[in-house]
């Protein structure tokens, strides 16, 4: 679940990112004032809550379920009852998952970009 709504936030805000590129390449894409609206009022701050939720989660600490603390206090216990194998996954669980912080920041940050480019506060 974890690394789906990790993707789905990245895809979301590669594609965000990418499409003044793009629209220099090719003819641009012209949304209607509605649909426009619908983007900023609904799309932008879902992703944004979405992408916050995710950080404080990894950032967690060892009570909440799929932190980086809890993964790695779950590995020291089960490194207490001998169980060295099941202990080095839940390690690099806990190493992979702090790997995505990076991601997450950088999504933020684009979505942010573009909520601010493309998204007029008085609307």
Do not use: Y
């Not at 789905?8 to 390449?25: D, F, I, K, V």
């Not at 993964?71 to 702090?98: F, I, P, V, W």
Request: glycine share 6%.
């Amino acid at each position: 679940m974890l690394k789906q709504t990790i993707a789905a936030c990245l895809t979301a805000a590669g594609l965000l990112a990418l499409a003044p590129a793009a629209s220099a390449q090719t003819n641009p894409i012209t949304l209607s004032p509605e649909e426009s609206q619908q983007l900023c009022t609904e799309w932008l701050p879902k992703l944004t809550e979405r992408t916050a939720k995710l950080t404080d989660r990894i950032n967690g600490g060892p009570e909440i379920r799929g932190s980086v603390a809890n993964l790695k206090a779950r590995a020291e216990d089960q490194r207490k009852k001998g169980h060295n194998d099941t202990a080095d996954r839940l390690q690099k669980r806990a190493d992979k998952r702090s790997g995505r912080l990076p991601e997450l920041a950088a999504a933020k940050q684009k979505l942010d970009a573009f909520a601010g480019a493309h998204c007029k506060a008085g609307k």
